[in-house]
């Protein structure tokens, strides 16, 4: 009964490879966080659209760059939410005034 003490690694979401990936997890920890603010920012008043837009951006470009570095299944589900949450603020934004609204005559 050997296989009985070996943990279940080959199936989950949450599938991981049990090595360390630094980089990977940077990126994953600051889409969600540029993410979020932008989702955030987006819903809670329309004169946030800078912030918003450019959050939103910035968190897709990094959300992008995470998902073409990304080994694991766990990085690229954290990293889709923190796209969605992105895309969602960056056209929220965008509609509310975009990147530039006010600041340029």
């Known amino acids: 009964m050997a296989q009985a003490l070996r943990p279940n690694t080959a ?5 991981t490879d049990g090595k360390p990936h630094p980089l990977q997890a940077t990126f994953l920890a600051v889409t969600l966080v540029l ?4 989702f955030i920012s987006a819903l809670v008043d329309d ?3 800078l912030l918003s ?5 910035v968190g897709i470009l990094t959300g992008a760059y995470g998902q073409w570095i990304s080994e694991t299944t766990r990085e690229r589900f954290g990293l889709i ?3 969605g949450a992105a895309g969602v ?3 929220l934004g ?3 005034g975009g990147l530039f ?3 340029v005559d």
Do not use: C, K
């Open 47 to 49: 004169d946030l659209h």
């Open 94 to 96: 965008m509609a509310h």
């Open 53 to 57: 837009s450019w959050t939103g951006l």
């Open 35 to 38: 993410g979020v603010t932008s």
């Open 81 to 83: 939410l923190g796209l």
């Open 11 to 15: 199936g989950g979401l949450f599938a």
């Open 89 to 91: 603020g960056f056209f």
């Open 101 to 103: 609204g006010g600041l």
